[in-house]
T-cell receptor, first 117, second 111 residues
Framework: NAGVTQTPKFRILKIGQSMTLQCTQD?????MYWYRQDPGMGLKLIYY???????DKGEVPNGYNVSRSTTEDFPLRLELAAPSQTSVYFC????????????????FGEGSRLTVL | DAKTTQPTSMDCAEGRAANLPCNHS???????VYWYRQIHSQGPQYIIH???NNETNEMASLIITEDRKSSTLILPHATLRDTAVYYC????????????FGAGTRLFVKA
């Protein structure tokens, strides 16, 4: 299993440009998340999804859009990039926990570092 | 989802036990306590979780108070490689759930 894969790893955008951060997981997890982490800070939840076709806002959704057309993929769209969106973006996935064989832990990707100039 | 409160930073001598506290006074009966750590700018890594009983695995121990309003993550013999940010979160077990991270505790293990 590759786990959670994020692309691109690095990207520089100009103000006003748009882009999509890709996230795919091969663990057949229902739940997927997007977080952002500003320098020296904790993770902030942007959007999450509990299954294909279902998404919901997290703590900081403004300026972002998501879709979940398949179980595997959860892309994050940035429209009209702004310097305030300069951050490291992490995608994560998990499944329901509670059984002895499933801890319900979040599995994270390696992160996508985005700079908006 | 319940909020958690952790100290901003802590120091620990190498080889000694590191005890990281977490307050979750508004935790509800169906919420679990999870601990993660983040080394440098990598994605957070799962450490341990529990509901109400104390738990131990190869990485750490988790002590949850009887009223479940606080917990302590114990790294029994801290090494320099344990220097990281440690996050305590609470989460429901089933159903749709947000998973909110706080600011975490920055642990410095010193030689």
């Amino acid at each position: 299993n590759a786990g959670v894969t994020q692309t691109p790893k690095f990207r520089i955008l100009k103000i006003g440009q748009s882009m999509t951060l890709q996230c795919t997981q091969d663990m057949n997890h229902n739940y997927m998340y997007w977080y952002r982490q500003d320098p020296g800070m904790g993770l902030k939840l942007i959007y999450y999804s509990v299954g294909a076709g279902i998404t919901d806002k997290g703590e900081v959704p403004n300026g972002y859009n998501v879709s979940r057309s398949t179980t595997e993929d959860f892309p994050l769209r940035l429209e009209l990039a702004a310097p305030s969106q300069t951050s490291v973006y992490f995608c994560a996935s998990t499944d329901q926990q509670g059984t002895n064989t499933n801890t319900g832990e979040l599995f994270f990707g390696e992160g996508s570092r985005l700079t908006v100039l | 989802d319940a909020k958690t409160t952790q100290p901003t930073s802590m120091d620990c001598a190498e080889g000694r036990a590191a005890n990281l506290p977490c307050n979750h006074s508004t935790i509800s009966g169906n919420e679990y306590v999870y601990w993660y750590r983040q080394i440098h700018s990598q994605g957070p890594q799962y450490i341990i979780h529990g509901l109400k009983n104390n738990e131990t695995n190869e990485m750490a121990s988790l002590i949850i108070t009887e009223d479940r309003k606080s917990s302590t993550l114990i790294l029994p013999h801290a090494t320099l490689r344990d220097t990281a940010v440690y996050y305590c979160i609470v989460r429901v077990a089933t159903g749709g759930f947000k998973t909110i991270f706080g600011a975490g505790t920055r642990l410095f293990v010193k030689a």
